[in-house]
Each structure stands twice: as C-alpha cells, then as structure tokens.
C-alpha cells in the first residue's frame, strides 16, 4: 500500500491542524495504522496508532491534546492535533503496521511508510 499525507503547515503555538494519510487501497484489512514524527537532529518516534477495531494508543504524553482516527470509505486515517507548541515541530510520517494481531509505537513494526508532512509550529 502507498501512503501520502497531507494537512502539515505552520501555525503558533496554542494552534491546531488536522493531517492526513490516504492509503492507495483499502485500510480496512490493514490492523494497525500509526503516526510518527521526526524533530530535526532527533530519532523518529511514534505519536500514535489505531487498530482496525478501533483502539488506540498515543506516545508519550500526547494522549489529550492528539487524536487519531480513521474513515474507511475514505482509506484515510487522521491525526488532530490540539494545543501545538514548538516542541511538536517536526516532519509527520504515516505508516502502516506489519503484524496482523498486534500494534505497538516502534518502528521496527511498520513498513509502507509515506513520504511525510511537515509541521512547523512558532512561539
């Protein structure tokens, strides 16, 4: 599957954006769809994912202020993002999930990744 996000932009601190992941098929079978971020001269590490029955979980202490969800009729999956400060800046990634029981915030358990978004956010 291909993913291509969009929706990333600048914006002050205290702002809001939603980003999004089209994937090329149908999501639907896919059992976990994550976020990630990647701030500059730092590793990339997971914001958060969704299961195909819905669960969630976020990275961190993102929970509150992230929330991801889905549109299956849309092969989309979403990422709103509240509250932002500068410590949020970085270059978004979606990605799906290589196992078909299990979902965990590690890289290692991702493949398909998209080409990323950037999110800039000033003080």
């Known amino acids: 599957v291909q993913l291509v996000e969009s929706g990333g932009g600048s914006v002050q601190s205290g702002g809001s954006l939603r980003l999004s992941c089209v994937a090329s098929?149908?999501?639907?079978?896919?059992?976990?769809m994550g976020w990630f971020r990647q701030a500059p001269g730092k590793e990339r590490e997971g914001v958060a994912y969704i299961t195909n029955v819905g669960s969630t979980n976020y990275g961190g202490s993102l929970r509150g202020r992230f929330t991801i969800s889905k549109d299956y009729a849309k092969n989309t999956v979403y990422l709103q993002m509240t509250n932002l400060n500068p410590e949020d800046t970085g270059m978004y990634y979606c990605a799906r999930g290589r196992s078909d029981d299990f979902c965990r915030l590690s890289m290692a358990d991702f493949d398909s990744w998209g080409q990323g978004t950037q999110v800039t956010v000033s003080s």
């Open positions: 098929g149908a999501i639907e079978n896919i059992y976990c």
